[in-house]
């Protein structure tokens, strides 16, 4: 099987990367002169995220809400201050996106807990088919990348994510949240896995 090298569009996640330069540079540049490490950030942003699943759990949305919005940029943080050091490595690469995940199931787990609590048991499902679509997002990339495939697409990835998840917990919509997520996290793997076919058929 060939290796495919295509040219392809910038996903939404590299394009804000370019966009928000601009203030995460200082950001990292000032964290850094803290003598704060990358992966303390990474670690610091999970534990905003396991506050916000209890919180979550308790049916406290909005500062469940307010804690996803506050950790999301610690996600891109981290990779800033390490490339800034001249330290960013595979490994640091690793631990942010399992960092990543766990954080998501985290969040979808509070929010089950809650609606488990209130014996809703169609958004308990929701819930479950939210974190399913969330996993496979990151995994069908992985494993494209490891077949040298090129699996950036898809209306969902971890950035929209969080653009779906914390405005609409901060508003109190967090069914609408779970479902959209549920819904469009599974058509973007999807997406992905239409995309490595149509690679490997050519």
């Not at 950035?159 to 479902?179: D, G, K, S």
Request: positive net charge.
């Amino acid at each position: 099987m060939k290796s495919v090298v295509t040219k392809r569009a910038k996903t939404l996640t590299e394009y804000m990367r370019i966009w928000f330069k601009g203030i995460l540079d200082p950001l990292a540049t000032f964290f850094n002169r803290l003598g704060i490490a990358p992966n303390t950030m990474t670690i610091l942003g999970l534990l905003m995220n396991i506050g916000a699943a209890y919180l979550l759990s308790q049916g406290q949305m909005f500062w469940g809400g307010l804690l996803v919005l506050v950790g999301g940029p610690f996600d891109a943080l981290d990779g800033t201050m390490a490339r800034l050091r001249g330290e960013a490595s595979d490994f640091g690469a690793f631990v942010d996106s399992v960092t990543d995940r766990y954080s998501e199931l985290f969040i979808l787990g509070g929010l089950s807990f809650y609606y488990t609590q209130q014996g809703d048991w169609l958004t308990v499902m929701a819930c479950y088919v939210a974190a399913a679509g969330s996993v496979m997002v990151s995994y069908t990339k992985a494993r494209a990348d490891s077949l040298h495939f090129d699996a950036n697409i898809g209306i969902l990835t971890r950035v929209e994510r969080y653009l779906v998840l914390a405005p609409l917990l901060l508003f109190n919509l967090p069914i609408i949240a779970i479902w959209v997520v549920a819904v469009f996290a599974n058509v973007t793997a999807l997406q992905r896995i239409w995309k490595v076919r149509r690679q490997a058929r050519g």
